[in-house]
C-alpha cells in the first residue's frame, strides 16, 4: 500500500524514492509487524486469559508443564495478523506470489484454530479429527502446488544444493512433492511447539534465511551470478519474510520462558505452512531440510518412536518429541531451548554457505 501511495510521489519528493527498494522495504515491513506484536500483544494475552482460553497440559509429561495448564493459547492470531496486516502495508500488492502466500498462511491458520477452538473452548480433547485436519492441510497443499505447475514463470526443477548441474525436471511428479513439503514443514513446526519459545525461534531463523533466498532468486544478475534458478517476483517475498522475522520477534517478547502465552496450533500450523510454500516458492526446496533441521529432527524423533515401539515394543526415546527427551534426562527447559536455537542458528549458516558452495 506505502508502495503506490508514497512512491509515485518520489518525483516532487526524492527522499521517496526509497520506496522502490525491496530492502527498504522489507526492513519497514518487519519493524511494522514487530510494532503491531508489541501494542496487541499484552491486549490479546489479557483477552485470552478474560475467555479463559487456555492450554490443556497432558499429565504424562514432564512434570515441570502441569505449572503452565491455564495459560492463555491460540496466541498464533496475533502472529498471523501483525504478518498480514505488514505484508499488506509494504508489499507490492499486484505481485500475484504475496497474495497466494498471505492465502495459505491464513489456511493453514484457519485449520489450526479450529482445532484449538475444539480443544480449549469446546474442551474437546481429540480437537479437529486428525482426517479432517490432514484433509485441509492436503487441500490447500494441493492449491499451491497446482497454482504453480501452472505458472509459465515458473517451473518444476529441483535444485540440489552442492552441485550446479543437479537439476531434474520433475514434471507431474513436482505436485505431490510440494504438497509432501508443506505438509511435512506445518506438521513439523507444530511437533516442535511444545516448550516456551522453542518453536518461535527457529522460525524466526528461518524466515530471515529465505528472506535472502527470495532476495537473491528475484534479482535475475544475483541469480545468475550465484547459478541460482531466477523467478521473476520471488524478490518481492522478501517483504513478507520480514514480516515473519518482526512478527516471530515480537511474539517471543511473551513466549519467552516463563511464556505468558503460547502460539498454539494456528500458529505453528500457519507459519509451518507458510515457510514451506517459501522454500518450494523461491526454488530452495531441499535447503528447507538444512535451514529447518530443528524441524525435521523434531518429526524424525516422533516418527522412529512410534515406529520402534510398533516394531519392537521398546522406546527409542524416553518420549518424544525429542526436546521432552532431554527434559526428562535432566536439562532445564531454558537449556533445551536456547541450544536448539544455536542449532538453528548454525543450520541455517550452512545453508546459505551452500550458495557458493556449487
Known amino acids: 500500500m506505502f508502495y503506490y501511495l508514497l512512491y ?14 525491496i530492502t527498504f522495504r522489507s526492513v519497514g515491513s518487519t519493524l511494522t509487524a514487530l510494532l503491531v506484536s508489541f501494542i496487541l500483544g499484552p491486549w490479546l494475552i ?7 482460553i487456555g492450554q490443556q497440559v497432558r499429565d504424562d509429561g514432564p512434570e515441570t508443564h502441569l505449572k503452565k495448564q491455564g495459560t492463555p493459547t491460540m496466541g498464533g492470531t496475533l502472529i498471523i495478523f501483525a504478518i ?10 499486484t505481485n500475484r506470489y504475496v497474495w497466494f502466500l498471505l492465502l495459505v498462511s491464513i489456511g493453514f491458520g484457519v485449520i489450526g484454530f479450529i482445532d484449538d477452538y475444539l480443544k480449549v473452548v469446546k474442551k474437546n480433547p481429540e480437537g479437529l479429527w486428525p482426517r479432517y485436519k490432514m484433509g485441509g492441510q492436503l487441500a ?13 514463470s515458473y517451473n518444476t526443477i529441483l535444485a540440489f544444493p552442492f552441485f550446479k548441474n543437479l537439476a531434474p525436471d520433475l514434471g507431474l511428479f513436482y505436485i505431490p512433492l510440494v504438497i509432501f513439503i508443506i505438509v511435512g514443514t506445518s506438521n513439523a513446526v507444530n511437533l516442535t511447539d511444545g516448550l516456551d519459545g522453542l518453536a518461535i525461534g527457529p522460525v524466526m531463523t528461518a524466515s530471515a534465511t529465505y528472506l535472502l533466498f527470495a532476495y537473491l532468486t528475484g534479482n535475475v544478475k544475483i541469480a545468475n551470478y550465484l547459478q541460482i534458478l531466477y523467478i521473476p517476483g520471488v524478490g518481492e517475498l522478501s517483504i513478507f519474510c520480514g514480516a515473519m522475522v518482526g512478527a516471530s520477534l515480537g511474539f517471543l517478547w511473551f513466549n519467552t520462558y516463563p511464556a505468558q502465552v503460547f502460539m498454539g496450533d494456528v500458529g505453528s500450523l500457519g507459519l ?12 530452495q526446496e ?3 531440510a538444512i535451514v529447518g533441521g530443528i524441524f525435521v529432527m523434531e518429526a524424525l524423533s516422533v516418527i522412529f518412536q512410534v515406529g520402534s515401539f510398533k516394531l519392537r515394543g521398546k522406546r527409542i526415546f524416553r518420549m518424544a ?3 521432552h527427551h532431554f527434559e526428562l534426562k535432566g536439562w532445564a527447559e531454558p537449556k533445551v531451548i536456547v541450544r536448539f536455537w544455536i542449532i538453528s542458528i548454525i543450520l541455517a549458516l550452512v545453508a546459505i554457505s551452500t550458495l557458493k558452495l556449487r
Open 8 to 21: 509515485p510521489l518520489h518525483t516532487e519528493f526524492s527522499f521517496l524514492n526509497v520506496f522502490r527498494y
Open 286 to 288: 531441499i535447503l528447507l
Open 84 to 93: 498480514g496486516i505488514s505484508t499488506l502495508l509494504w508489499s507490492d500488492l
Open 272 to 283: 509451518g505452512g507458510a515457510l514451506g510454500t517459501l522454500a518450494v516458492i523461491t526454488k
Open 321 to 323: 518429541p525429542i526436546h
Open 46 to 52: 489479557r483477552k485470552l486469559g478474560n475467555l479463559q
Open 140 to 152: 490447500v497443499s494441493a492449491i499451491v502446488a497446482l497454482f504453480l505447475y501452472f505458472q509459465p
